[in-house]
C-alpha cells in the first residue's frame, strides 16, 4: 500500500457522504480486506459497515473508527 495514491472520486451532484464511502471503499480494497474483516476489526456488523461505503451517514466516532481500521497516510 505504500504510496498508493488513493484518487477522489468525481462528485457530480453526489453529497460528500458518498465520496468518503467511496474512498473508504478504496482503502479497504488496497489493504485487501473484505468488509466482513473490516467490520470485525470494527467490532460492527457487516451490514452496518456497508452502509458507511453506500451513503448512509456514520457518526464522527465510527469514521474515526474506521481510519485506524483501515491506516491512512
Excluded: W
Excluded at 30 to 41: N, V
Excluded at 58 to 63: D, F, G, H
Aim: aromatic share 8%.
Amino acid at each position: 500500500m505504500a504510496n498508493q495514491k488513493i484518487e477522489k472520486p468525481e462528485k457530480d451532484n453526489k453529497n460528500d457522504f458518498y465520496v468518503m464511502g467511496q474512498i473508504i471503499r478504496q482503502l479497504r480494497k488496497a489493504h485487501r480486506l473484505t468488509q466482513e474483516q473490516t467490520a470485525d476489526i470494527l467490532k460492527i456488523k457487516r451490514s452496518t459497515y456497508a452502509y458507511y461505503e453506500k451513503n448512509v451517514t456514520p457518526t464522527v466516532e465510527n469514521i474515526k473508527n474506521v481510519c485506524y481500521a483501515v491506516p491512512v497516510k
